[in-house]
Nanobody, 120 residues
Framework: VQLVESGGGLVRPGGSLRLSCAAS????????VGWYRQAPGKERELVAA??????NYGDSVRGRVTISRDNAKNTWYLQMSGLKPEDTAVYYC????????????????WGQGTQVTVSS
């Protein structure tokens, strides 16, 4: 199973960006999806996640980002607006995936990360 992010880049403060994450491979189901980020010198932190029908957002981004998913495409998105310089980080997508090889137990997968830079 592979997760591939897209949509990162350079954006000015106050701007918007939409990240996408597409999962591919031998997938039976995706039981949870999420976005995390890691800035230089800081720990990886939750941005947004959907798990068991519940959506959670990190405190620093709540109200400025929206996570959504397209189950038919095994793809999920992170719509970000009102971006600030402190949002600059590598953004990683994450999923708990059930595969034919895991005996029904979800396995955690990570994307390779996409850089988001907020700067004027």
């Amino acid at each position: 199973v592979q997760l591939v992010e897209s949509g990162g880049g350079l954006v000015r403060p106050g701007g918007s960006l939409r990240l996408s994450c597409a999962a591919s491979g031998s997938i039976i189901s995706i039981v949870a999806v999420g976005w995390y980020r890691q800035a230089p010198g800081k720990e990886r932190e939750l941005v947004a996640a959907i798990r068991r029908g519940n959506t959670n957002y990190g405190d620093s981004v709540r109200g400025r980002v929206t996570i959504s998913r397209d189950n038919a495409k095994n793809t999920w998105y992170l719509q970000m607006s009102g971006l600030k310089p402190e949002d600059t980080a590598v953004y990683y997508c994450n999923a708990d995936v059930v595969t034919p090889y895991g005996l029904g137990t979800p396995e955690e997968r990570w994307g390779q990360g996409t850089q988001v830079t907020v700067s004027s």
